[in-house]
């Protein structure tokens, strides 16, 4: 894990924690390319939700990741190994499944730690499962297909329209 504080990295049921690091790809690179077939960008920010089972070792659990342009976040490349889940304790998974998910704490770290650099966060979510975890974590449907949006305050309609405008111009993220 990177060098942050631990105010910075957020754990739920003593089992689970949730930081950024600096290589996305040496934790999660393998799921990565499992899920969707390539690497990890090698830009961005990278947020790993890690699992133990309390004898010193983490297992890489999750990973998002998270990009800013002109005030908006972009959020994707949300993927949770499910070979760790199923190597969980049967208590821990009962947690993890209680607790929302890998998604939604990977999610709820994005929002709470980046919110002071973006005016709204983006996500696209194609997967019905992970759209229900998304909307469960903040992000808010659009008028735009599967692009969602988490606004940080209250987004004057006109800017509002304008990064949703940038969004959609991005195209996939």
Partial sequence: MTSHSHASLTAWDNCFAVAEVSDGNFFCGELFQRKFG?????????????????????????????????????IGGGCTDGNVVRSMLPEHR?????????????????FTHFDSEVDAFFGLAENPRA?????????AATD?????????????????????????EVGAF
């Fill in 38 to 74: 390539h690497e990890v960008p090698d830009w961005g920010r990278h947020i790993v939700a890690f699992y133990t089972a309390g004898e010193g070792g983490f297992f890489p659990l999750s990973y998002l990741h998270f990009w800013a342009r002109e005030r908006a976040g972009y």
């Fill in 94 to 110: 009962a947690a993890f499944n209680q607790s929302g998910g890998a998604l939604f704490h990977t999610l709820t770290y994005a």
């Fill in 131 to 139: 759209r229900e975890v998304d909307l469960a974590a903040g992000f």
């Fill in 144 to 168: 735009v297909g599967n692009l969602l949006i988490k606004e940080v305050g209250s987004l004057e309609s006109g800017y509002r329209a304008q990064l949703i405008q940038q969004a959609i």
